[in-house]
């Protein structure tokens, strides 16, 4: 007989499923809670101050306070999320004590540019200056110490009114401001220097030098954007040009002239130490679209033309190229300049024949300026060789290359073109639509695997990341930073994600890097420059206030101890500065168990996709601490 079915459960039978029901509830529930409530931590609100940033990266709260050094010091009581990495993936954390706690360096060492020491480089030969060009130490003459702030060290004055101060004590150096009493260089007021904006060739001010120059070129169109300046000074030049979207790449050698690249970085204004001697400038070929030199004394015409054969490289084609002082305006300066009528003359006269010989125009001659514009191609330039033998074409295959690499007596080729009205390597946006414009060196498909595609994700890449970056540091909107290097700048992403704020940021390209990305960085409209950071920079210390590292350091583990890469962005990060490192989690624990013993304070965060990304980002605060004069002897 056929067993009978009912239509109802039983009662056992519904017991049994709202059991189940409930376990199911109950775990979803907990789950749902514990995603939320993650979710609010890695998502705390955005500091005030950086001085919350200190806390959040695992600062002590016993920092000092504000005072008369005008150092921000204000405290925040927020608790840090602490991300646990020695359980998750096995890995042993070191903890600070086990770290090598790394000393401070004499304070003899303050002022320490490790390639460009000057008890080093008298050691070197002096013809064409090569004694001032880079001269790295070796191994056994690296130091492994902190290189230390001066006594009395203040935060600087934020942007815009670094352009024309700066604390006395950061760089206490009177020299500039006697030597160049009457041009108005730097002058002295108290406890701090002010920057008249003057110059050896413009007394009226930059600003109205620069007005002079506009009327000569179009200088407001926004078809100038990315600028050199040859023998700096303290930047004034570079300094008043950005408020007309300008960016110039200032750059002089460390040399009688004590401190003058680090006052320009001190106000907040791009440079570099750097000279015109024998290698190539490091920078790409057809970078600049304007090109200075205001009394640089650089001998353009020596050489074979070599410097201004080396302009030529890097000037963009259609760029020009600015001069005053001597030996432009002879016939009223020459007795000022003590100088010969008739050795001022041959010196003009070979300048002008060396850019004929370039194919150069000479645009205009008017008051104490002198301007040339380079060809935006070279159809005719090859033409006139018939003529001007010297200098020839070079044969080189690569002109961007430029690290330690030495200049050439030959005018560097530029792409072909179809007609004789098509700009070479192909035309530039206005600024600011260039920023994320298509470089042209990408759409030409000059650079291996760099598509249109993934310059487009890219940008959109560092558009998340910044506003990540915004939350987590947050003092981005604030003026807190103003000296940014991005130590792995591939395509610029970072530094036009940052264009909103008040930053200005030196976009570095490792010159092991292949393919070069550098430039079409300058295609964008950034400035950047070639390194290898296994070396130290061409910078003084103290002279940045963010610091991006992204992929650095697995870059670079296999090729020199890291602990000196860290000491060397120690020695150029300013007291109380950033640093953001972005790398696999085992790299950054590495990173983290040196810069423990460093003085730094630093925390783990989570990347911008969420926790189950294997990319962390290890965010960094250099404490503030100061060198201590030694006791006077008895």
């Keep these: ?45 955005t500091p005030a101050t950086q001085s919350e940033v200190y806390t959040r990266v695992g600062c002590e709260n016993g920092s000092p306070a504000a005072g008369a050094d005008g150092r921000d010091g204000s405290s ?131 600003d109205a030098y620069i007005d002079d120059i506009a009327d000569l070129i179009p200088l407001a169109t926004g078809n100038i954007r990315t600028a050199i300046d ?83 490289r890097v000037l963009r084609p259609g760029g020009y190229w600015i001069l005053s002082g001597p030996p432009i305006r002879w016939k009223k300066y020459w007795r000022g300049w003590e100088r010969t009528q008739e050795d001022l003359k041959q010196e003009q006269d070979a300048i002008e024949d060396v850019a004929k010989r370039l194919c150069w125009k000479k645009v205009i001659e008017k008051g104490d300026l002198s301007v040339w514009q380079k060809p935006i191609n070279h159809i005719k330039c090859v033409q006139s060789r018939k003529i001007y033998r010297t200098p020839h074409i070079c044969k080189s295959d690569n002109a961007d290359a430029a690290w ?46 760099i598509t249109a595609e993934k310059f487009h994700e890219d940008n959109e890449l560092w558009k998340e990341r910044v506003t990540h970056y915004k939350r987590i540091i947050g003092a981005l909107p604030q003026g807190q930073y103003r000296n940014v290097m991005d130590m792995n700048a591939n395509l610029g992403g970072f530094a036009a994600a940052l264009l909103k704020y008040p930053v200005w940021v030196m976009n570095v390209v490792p010159s092991s890097s292949d393919p070069s990305t550098l430039g079409l960085i300058y295609e964008r409209g950034f400035i950047g420059t070639y390194h290898d950071w296994c070396e130290a920079f061409s910078t003084y210390p103290r002279t940045y206030d963010l610091i991006h590292a992204g992929g650095v350091f697995s870059m670079y583990q296999d090729r020199c101890d890291i602990t000196y890469i860290l000491l060397e962005m120690d020695r150029i990060l300013r007291p109380e500065g950033t640093v953001i490192f972005r790398d696999v989690v085992e790299v950054l624990v590495k990173v983290k168990s040196i810069t423990d013993g460093m003085r730094w304070k630093s925390h783990f965060m989570d990347h911008e996709s969420g926790p189950f990304n294997p990319e962390k980002i290890l965010v960094a605060v250099k404490t503030y601490w100061t060198g201590h004069p030694k006791e006077e002897q008895n």
């Design 230 to 312: 040859t023998g700096c000074g303290v930047a004034s030049w570079g300094a008043y040009l950005l408020k007309r979207d300008i960016i110039a790449m200032s750059f002089a050698p460390r040399d009688t002239h004590e401190a003058q690249v680090w006052f320009a970085l001190e106000r907040g204004v791009p440079a570099m130490i750097g000279i015109m001697a024998s290698k190539r400038l490091p920078y790409p070929a057809r970078a600049f679209d304007m090109a200075h030199c205001s009394r640089c004394l650089i001998p353009w015409h020596n050489f074979d033309g070599l410097y201004l054969t080396e302009v030529d």
């Design 1 to 45: 007989m056929a067993k009978e079915y009912s239509g109802s459960p039983k009662p056992h039978q519904l017991e049994s499923k709202r059991k189940r029901l409930t376990w199911i509830l109950a775990v979803s529930g907990l789950c749902i809670l514990s995603y939320i409530l993650g979710a609010r931590q890695s998502t705390s609100p």
């Design 76 to 206: 925040s009581t927020s608790s840090p999320l602490s991300m646990d990495f020695e359980s998750h993936h096995q890995l042993v954390v070191n903890r600070s004590e086990e770290s090598e706690q790394i000393p401070m360096c004499d304070l003899s060492y303050g002022e320490y540019t490790p390639c460009q020491d000057p008890n080093r480089g008298r050691k070197f030969d002096r013809a064409m200056l090569k004694y001032r060009e880079r001269h790295c130490p070796g191994k056994e003459d690296l130091l492994r110490c902190l290189i230390p702030a001066p006594p009395n060290y203040k935060t600087p004055f934020k942007w815009p009114q670094s352009r024309d101060y700066a604390w006395y004590d950061n760089i206490p150096h009177k020299e500039l401001s006697i030597e160049k009493a009457v041009q108005n260089w730097i002058q002295v007021e108290g406890d701090r220097f002010r920057f008249p904006g003057g110059g050896t060739m413009f007394p009226r001010g930059a």
């Design 404 to 449: 330690y690499i030495d200049m050439e007596k030959c005018i560097t080729p530029l792409p072909e073109v179809g007609s004789s009205d098509e700009v070479a390597g192909g035309a530039l946006e206005k600024w600011p639509e260039r920023a994320f414009a298509i470089p042209p060196r990408i759409t030409s498909g000059s650079i291996p695997g």
